[in-house]
C-alpha cells in the first residue's frame, strides 16, 4: 500500500495523486520510514552519511553534492532524536531503537509534509516501542503520519483516525478501534481484545499464557 | 633469490600490473561484497570465457573481446532483472555454464590451436605484454574517476536500492553502471588470476578489510592497499617457490582472509568482534 503510494509498484487499477502530482514528484515531500531491517546493517556507513542520504531527492545534478544547508539539516535532525552522540558511528553498532531513530532521522531529514510509515515497530523492543511512538507524537504537531501496523491494540490509543484496509479501504474519523469497523474491514465476526490499555498479557484456558 | 629479476621488462610489468589491478580490484570488490554482488560478478568473469572464444574464432584480441563481451552479459543480466523480473539466481547460473559452454565451443570451432588456455583459466601476472599497461591504466583511472564522481548516488544504490528510488536516483542506470565497472575489472584482474580465480581476489581483500572499518571510503582504501600486498606477495613466493602466481595470489589471500577472521572472532579483540569496536573513535 505505502509502496503504491511512493510510486515503487504500480496500482493495479487507479492513480495515486500526491497532492495532484503523480508519485515521484509528490514524494519529495514525503518522509518514508520502510519496515524494519530492509538492508544490510553491516553496510559501512556512519549515521551522519545514512541520515544525509534523506537529502538526495532534494539535490539537483548527476554528482549529488551536499550543500551546507543539507548538512545544517542533518545536525538539526541528528540533535532532535538524541542521535548527535552517535553521529560518527557505523550504524552496525547501534542498538535497534537506536537504528530505528537513525532511520526516522533519514524520513525526517528532507522536511516532510507527510511521514509514512511501515510497520516501524515490529522488530523492537516493548519499552523502545513507547518511546518512538512518544517521538512520533511530537512530530504530529509539524506533519501528518500515516502508520500501517498489525498490531491494532498498541496504535488505537496514539492515533486520531483509523484506516482499516482489506480489499476495500474503510476510514474512520476515530481513533476507537471498534469490532464494527473490524468486522467491515474483515467480513468476519471479530473479537476485539487488548484495547484500552497499552499492554495486556491474555491468558488462554488451556494454554500458560500469550499475547 | 635473484634480485636481478626486478630490473627485468617482464617483472616490471607484472609490477606495474599488479598495482594498477589492485586499484580498481579494491575499489569495485568493496562495491561487490557490501551489495553482496559476489555471484553476479562469478557469473560475468565465468562468461568472460565465451568472450576469450569469440576473440579465438574472429581472430581478434581475446582480451577485446572478452571485455566487449562480459560488458554486454553485465549489462543484460542487470536489464534482465530489471525487465523480465527474473531471479537473479538463475540468469547468474545461466550465464556462468553457457559463458564457458560458449568459449569452449567457439575454441574448438577456431582454427589452429589455443597454446595459453590455461593462463586465461588461471591466469599469469608474468605473461601481462607491455601493450596492456596503458590499457590497465586507462581503465583504472576511469573506476577511480566513476567512483569519485558518483561516490554520493553509488552508495545510496548499494546501501538501500528501495530508499535510492524514493530519492529519485536513477537506480537501473546506476545498477548497470557498477555492473559495467565489474566487468571491466574482472577482465583486468584475469590477466593476473584468470577466469576461474578472479572472484577470490576480487572479494577476498575487500572481505578481510571490513570488519576493521566504519566507512565506504576506509575500505575502498584498505582494500586496494591488501590487494596489492596479496598480489605482490604472491608475486614473489610463486617466483621463489616456482609455482604458479595466480593460484599463489589466491590462497594468500584465503590465508589472510581466514587468519583476520580467527583474530577478529578471538575475545581479546574487545568481546564484540571487530566490526562494532573498530567505529567507536
Known amino acids: 500500500m505505502l509502496k503504491i503510494i511512493l510510486g515503487l509498484y504500480a496500482p493495479s487499477s487507479g492513480t495515486v495523486r500526491i497532492w495532484g502530482e503523480p508519485p515521484w514528484k509528490g514524494r519529495e515531500r514525503i518522509g518514508y520510514v520502510p519496515q524494519f531491517r530492509t538492508f544490510d546493517f553491516s553496510y559501512p556507513i556512519t549515521v551522519r552519511e545514512m541520515v544525509l542520504s534523506g537529502r538526495l531527492s532534494r539535490i539537483c545534478g548527476a554528482w549529488k553534492r551536499f550543500t551546507t544547508a543539507d548538512r545544517r539539516a542533518v545536525e538539526e535532525v541528528l540533535e532532535r532524536l538524541a542521535l548527535a552522540p552517535l553521529a560518527d558511528r557505523p550504524i552496525a553498532s547501534l542498538s535497534g531503537g537506536e537504528q530505528q531513530r537513525a532511520i526516522l532521522a533519514r524520513a525526517l531529514v528532507g522536511k516532510p509534509d507527510i511521514l509514512l510509515l511501515d510497520e516501524p515497530t515490529v522488530f523492537i523492543d516493548a519499552p523502545t516501542e513507547v518511546q518512538f511512538f512518544d517521538l512520533l507524537d511530537d512530530l504530529r504537531e509539524s506533519l501528518t503520519i500515516l502508520l500501517v501496523s498489525h498490531d491494532i491494540g498498541v496504535i488505537s490509543r496514539r492515533v486520531t483516525r483509523v484506516a482499516c484496509l482489506n480489499r476495500t479501504l474503510h476510514t474512520h474519523d476515530t481513533p476507537e478501534i471498534t469490532e464494527d469497523m473490524l468486522e467491515a474491514t474483515y467480513h468476519c465476526p471479530v473479537d476485539l481484545i487488548a484495547h484500552g490499555l497499552p499492554h495486556r498479557v491474555l491468558k488462554h484456558p488451556w494454554e500458560g499464557g500469550g499475547r | ?281
Not at chain 2, 152 to 177: C, I, K
Not at chain 2, 220 to 236: D, I, K
Open chain 2, 1 to 281: 633469490m635473484d634480485l636481478g629479476i626486478l630490473s627485468s621488462g617482464f617483472f616490471q610489468n607484472a609490477l606495474m600490473a599488479a598495482v594498477l589491478s589492485s586499484v580498481a580490484c579494491g575499489i569495485i570488490g568493496s562495491y561487490v561484497v557490501v551489495k553482496r554482488m559476489v555471484a553476479v560478478s562469478g557469473g560475468i568473469s565465468h562468461a568472460a570465457f565465451g568472450g576469450v572464444g569469440i576473440g579465438y574464432l574472429l581472430s581478434v584480441d581475446p582480451f577485446g573481446s572478452a571485455l566487449a563481451f562480459t560488458s554486454l552479459v553485465g549489462l543484460g543480466i542487470g536489464i534482465m532483472r530489471e525487465k523480465a523480473h527474473q531471479e537473479i539466481d538463475t540468469l547468474i547460473g545461466a550465464v556462468w555454464a553457457a559463458g564457458m559452454a560458449l568459449g569452449v565451443v567457439c575454441i574448438s570451432l577456431a582454427p589452429g590451436y589455443a597454446p595459453d588456455l590455461f593462463s586465461y583459466l588461471f591466469g599469469n601476472i608474468l605473461l601481462v605484454p607491455s601493450q596492456d599497461i596503458p590499457l590497465m591504466a586507462i581503465f583504472s583511472l576511469i573506476v577511480v574517476l566513476v567512483v569519485v564522481f558518483l561516490y554520493v548516488p553509488l552508495q545510496a544504490v548499494t546501501f538501500d536500492e528501495e530508499y535510492a528510488r524514493v530519492m529519485n536516483l536513477p537506480v537501473s542506470g546506476l545498477s548497470l553502471l557498477l555492473l559495467l565497472m565489474v566487468a571491466l575489472t574482472v577482465v583486468m584482474l584475469i590477466r593476473i588470476v584468470g577466469i576461474i580465480l578472479v572472484i577470490a581476489l576480487l572479494t577476498l581483500p575487500a572481505a578481510t578489510v571490513r570488519s576493521y572499518v566504519s566507512r565506504l571510503p576506509e575500505m575502498m582504501v584498505a582494500s586496494v592497499a591488501l590487494s596489492l600486498v596479496l598480489s605482490l606477495g604472491g608475486l614473489f613466493l610463486s617466483y621463489a617457490w616456482n609455482i604458479p602466481s595466480g593460484a599463489t595470489i589466491i590462497l594468500l589471500a584465503t590465508l589472510v582472509y581466514g587468519v583476520s577472521l580467527a583474530l577478529s572472532r578471538l575475545p581479546i579483540s574487545g568481546g564484540g568482534g571487530g566490526g562494532t569496536g573498530s567505529g567507536r573513535s
